[in-house]
């Protein structure tokens, strides 16, 4: 959602805006309930970046999916230079995944997203032998096996502490096989892939 509203791509008009001139610069989101507002009780709406506390057996506000999705925006894209969509994940055949590059002084960066509830493999050509791998991962805590409908999602295997602390992203260090990184993602899953880095973080 965050891509597209910085960077609307008319369905009817491909390549309309490719350079991305045309696009929103800030987004206010706000929380609800499912049906009534101003009923607490009544639950929280699917898009709330925070499931707020409606009753005291649910416990203390905790950061819900789309805080995450802000949370890897704001860590890897609020900021970048040369926003741009890229088609099927650079060329690589999957027309299921949404895919956006940026630029952050040498650093390129290509966000993934997958749109399928089923796997997809995409191929990301790189500059440099190794990427660093941020995911972006539905979590179902009940391991019943949810992916598109799970409840929870994590952020490089973490997780919003209680106290509403987030320890920092933990990427993966992945090495390229003729330039090219084949990245796999999980039904529902993004990742965002960095290249051109003097190191780690």
């Known amino acids: 959602m965050l891509f597209h509203a910085a960077c609307p791509q008319p369905p009817d008009q491909p390549g309309a805006n490719a350079d991305c ?43 819900a999916a789309p805080y995450y999705a802000l949370l890897l925006f704001a860590e890897l894209a609020q900021g970048a230079d040369g926003l741009r969509p890229l088609a099927a994940g650079g060329g690589a055949g999957a027309p299921d995944v949404s895919a956006w590059q940026v630029d952050d002084g040498p650093e390129r960066r290509v966000f993934l997203v997958n749109k399928t509830d089923r796997p997809v493999g995409v191929d990301v050509r790189l500059g440099t032998p190794l990427a660093w791998v941020h995911r972006l991962t539905p979590h179902d805590p009940a391991g ?11 952020l490089d295997g ?5 106290d509403g602390t987030w320890p920092g992203l933990r990427p993966r260090v992945e090495r390229a096989r003729r330039g090219r990184l084949r990245v796999e993602l ?7 892939v960095r290249t051109g880095r003097a190191g780690g973080g």
Not at 23 to 40: D, K, R, S, T, Y
Not at 52 to 59: H, L, M, V
Not at 158 to 162: C, L, Y
Not at 186 to 192: D, F, I, M, R, T
């Open 144 to 154: 019943a096996g949810r992916t598109l409908d799970a409840p929870e999602v994590r």
């Open 21 to 63: 001139r045309l696009g929103a610069v800030g987004v206010n989101l706000h929380n609800a309930e499912v049906e009534e507002f101003w009923q607490p009780e009544d639950g929280n709406a699917y898009y709330n970046a925070i499931r707020y506390d409606p009753a005291d057996a649910t416990g203390a506000p905790k950061a």
């Open 158 to 162: 973490r997780a919003v502490a209680a």
């Open 186 to 192: 999980a039904p529902g899953e993004a990742a965002a």
